[in-house]
């Protein structure tokens, strides 16, 4: 009975192996492995196809999905970054062989936003923009992008442009008022804080933002009351912690901001 089992697998493994000699059947076994978290058999599968029939018109789509299991490999082990330059290209390949895809080209401006990489993700939004104006989800993250390269200006822009077509995008409507808080017109912030949390009293993030308003202000006791609200509704979110532990230490409440950080670094 062991024999026949033993036989039975290496017929299936010789099935397999020859099943991927052929291009359709490397970029299937890819799409399984990397269903199955086998993400650097996906990668040397997609590898091979691509050295089977490097002219095809559908590699366009492989060096795209091997550059999104190269992100997901160097998100995993960020020292790898060898994998982070070789999902960029493959992204960038994918865009030189389909210059016209949106989702593709998503998929590298996000990636680049995700390294940090700022004017190069707005300059990928900026191109989906030029192909769909009016992009709500490009728009949002182009503002983003802006707004975490202190380019306020560029941002409320952005954001306004939203607004405009869709004025309870709650994105872009936080957004703004992130933006007015960096602008100094903290107190214009609050007030659309206000309505926002009319509209989302169950979001924890909004609590936590006005939190941090107050405390620009220095009024903090009205922080403290924002900021375990937030607690209430994410018990278990490390930043709120440390967030609290902040304003007890702005207090002089050494104990309890103590307590506090433990808590956030145990979380």
Known sequence: MSKRITLIGCLFCLFTILHAQTYEGCI???????QHDS??????????????????HRNA?????????????FWKDQSNTKMAEEA????????????????????????HLNLKHYEKAADDYTAILKQSPGNTEALNYRA????????????????KSVLEKHP????????????LQKTNKVNEAIRRMEFLIIEHPDKAELYAVRASMYTDLNKLDLALVDINKAISLEPN????????GTIYQQQGKKKQADKDFKTARQL
């Open 168 to 179: 309870s995008d709650y994105t872009a409507a936080l957004g703004t008022a992130l933006v």
């Open 28 to 34: 299937e076994r890819a799409y399984q492995a990397a």
């Open 88 to 111: 960029m290209y493959n992204y960038s390949k994918a865009i030189e062989l389909q210059p016209l895809s949106i989702p593709i080209r998503f998929s590298r401006a996000n990636f």
């Open 144 to 159: 983003f992008a802006h707004y975490q390269n202190r380019s306020y200006d560029k941002a409320m822009t952005d954001y």
């Open 39 to 56: 993400l650097e058999l996906a990668e040397a599968l997609f590898r091979q196809a691509l050295k089977m029939n490097p002219g095809d």
């Open 237 to 244: 979110t490390a930043a709120h912690y440390q967030q609290r």
């Open 61 to 73: 789509l492989v060096h795209h999905d091997m550059g999104h299991v190269e992100e997901m490999l």
